[in-house]
Structures are given as C-alpha cells and as structure tokens.
C-alpha cells in the first residue's frame, strides 16, 4: 500500500521557520522525483519545489527561491522541504507528490493528505 505522510505543519509567525517532513512507504522511492506542492483558499495547486530520484538536482518555484530547501534521504524513504522567513502568503496546505516517468509519456504518481502551515502573528 503506498503512502505518503507528511508532517511538520502548525503555525508560525511571519519570518519564522518550518520543516516539514514526508514519509513514503509501499514504492521504490529512491525511483522517484519527490516534489512539494502547496494550495491555499480559493487557489489552484502550485508547485513548490522538486528534487530528483537521486537528489542531485533541485528546483524551486520563483517565489520561494532563497528562502525554501527541499532535500531526500532515500535511505529513510523521506523528502523535506525546509521553510524559512515565511510569509502570511505560504499560508497553504503543503502536498508530498511522488512522480516516475518512464517510456514514452508513460508516468505513475502518487499524492499525500497535506499538511497546513498558516503564517500570522
């Protein structure tokens, strides 16, 4: 059964700092390019930021650049995306996706339950 959990949300102030924490089980995970997306009210989805399956290269949505990290441990099957001078507007449910390509425009991805992070004082 896969899943992914992610943890770590809450609430915190506007400059402070986040870590959150997914945890993957029932796939190859050292296969995948984990990726954090993040929706907030009335918004559609976004990306966030993305690692590859071996954690040699990352990318980050514009806004969050300099101020986000995204790391793996494909050892412990886990993705993180350190969080600092947040911001009322990363107010969101932040997603854990994990995604494999392969062939020709084939790919399987999967999905966690989110995780709430609100930024105000």
């Known amino acids: 059964q896969v899943q992914l959990v992610e943890s770590g949300g809450g609430l915190v102030q506007p400059g402070g700092s986040l870590r959150l924490s997914c945890a993957a089980s029932?796939?190859?995970?050292?296969?995948?390019?984990m990726s954090w997306y993040r929706q907030a009210p009335g918004k559609e989805r976004e990306l966030v930021a993305a690692?590859?399956?071996?954690?040699?290269?990352?990318n980050y949505a514009e806004s969050m650049k300099g101020r986000f990290t995204i790391s793996r441990d494909n050892a412990q099957n886990t993705v993180y995306l350190q969080m600092n001078s947040l911001k009322p507007e990363d107010t969101a449910v932040y997603y854990c996706?994990?995604?494999?390509?392969w062939g020709w425009g084939s790919q399987r991805d999967y999905w966690g339950q989110g995780t709430q992070v609100t930024v105000s004082s």
């Open positions: 996706n994990a995604l494999k390509t």
């Open positions: 029932g796939f190859t995970f050292s296969s995948y390019v």
């Open positions: 690692i590859t399956s071996a954690g040699d290269s990352t």
